[in-house]
């Protein structure tokens, strides 16, 4: 079973190219929220840091929910290559003006990262205006999510796994494989505070062109390094999850991200330095309510089934993905 099971997730990973793969990886997305909390005034850190837990851990829930909604998939990523080339002036940056010049049908088809930012930031600013303790969490956990998507290069280039160029994989090793590795004991995440926003449409979309412009460095630099690195060097077999699986070695992992120059330590701060701010931005919008009468709320028994649900689902998913169904 071990071996087959093996067989299978190499497959995921290495061999299936046009499937959207997941945005930074749950260890990232996890630690990126998770950093986040600590930017905050002390005002909002008094409901945030007793949650701190909940925001991680509910990272990764917009990924998870992929299983379940297939309008989920295009709110991760946008393929602005689609249209044109850098800085995209034929894509209107509204969400109503795209629409009327592309049909809301293709600009889904292509992602819509940019403006799900937006709209999750709506949903919290009215969930602080409500004072609704799960709403509160479960959007500004989710907002992080979608922030954090905006940040990677190939989540901005419709080569979003190397499947255009034959470097299939590369979409996990940049945003899962280097930060897994580096991050603990190499990257510096602890940066100022968070700033009030007074544009997010504009911030957004910044950080989107950013990474459209670095897609192309990550592919190009990850070509050279293959070309340069010994063959048998590139990839290691380790164990994960109770089994063996290929991946990129250690010493590819950080020749690529000396490569790149700590690119993906730098959007890593940018992610953090931008949720908070977008937290802080939601609240300001709402009127800066107090929160410390809102510790003690709980969650409801519908908000609680919905997790135990999508739970439920993302184990059996990923059961039948890694092929050790029970």
């Not at 509204?94 to 010049?101: E, F, G, I, L, S």
């Not at 991200?257 to 330590?265: A, R, V």
């Not at 330095?273 to 510790?295: C, E, H, M």
């Amino acid at each position: 079973m071990k071996k087959a099971s093996t067989f299978l997730l190499l497959i995921f990973l290495f061999i299936i190219p046009y499937s959207r793969c997941f945005s930074w990886g749950f260890w990232a997305h996890k630690h990126i929220n998770h950093h986040a909390v600590f930017l905050l005034p002390p005002e909002m850190m008094v409901l945030y840091k007793p949650n701190i837990l909940f925001v991680t851990e509910h990272a990764t829930d917009p990924d998870k929910r992929r299983y379940a909604i297939a309008e989920e998939g295009p709110r991760h990523y946008i393929d602005i290559d689609h249209y044109g080339k850098y800085p995209y002036d034929s894509l209107p940056r509204k969400w109503n003006d795209a629409v009327a010049k592309f049909s809301e049908d293709s600009v889904r088809a292509h992602g819509i990262v940019p403006w799900h930012v937006q709209t999750m930031l709506a949903r919290l600013t009215n969930a602080f205006k409500e004072k609704n303790l799960a709403s509160i969490l479960k959007n500004s956990a989710e907002l992080g999510h979608y922030i954090a998507d905006a940040h990677v290069p190939l989540h901005a280039s419709s080569n979003h796994n190397g499947q255009l160029t034959n470097q299939i994989g590369i979409h996990g090793f940049w945003e899962s494989r280097i930060p897994e590795l580096l991050a603990e004991e190499n990257f510096d995440l602890m940066i100022g505070k968070a700033i009030y926003i007074e544009d997010p449409g504009k911030f957004i979309w910044k950080r989107v062109l950013e990474s459209a412009v670095a897609a192309d460095s990550v592919l190009a630099f990850e070509k050279e390094l293959t070309n340069s690195f010994p063959v048998d060097k590139k990839y290691s077999f380790e164990p994960r999850n109770g089994i063996v699986i290929k991946q990129y070695s250690g010493a590819f992992t950080i020749a690529f991200d000396k490569k790149l120059n700590g690119m993906t330590e730098r959007r890593m701060r940018q992610s953090i330095f931008a949720i908070a701010s977008f937290w802080y931005t939601a609240w300001v919008n709402a009127g800066q309510p107090d929160l410390k009468g809102l510790v003690m709320q709980e969650f409801s028994t519908t908000d609680n089934k919905e997790m135990e649900d999508l739970n439920i689902l993302w184990n059996s998913e990923n059961k039948k993905i890694i092929g050790r169904e029970e």
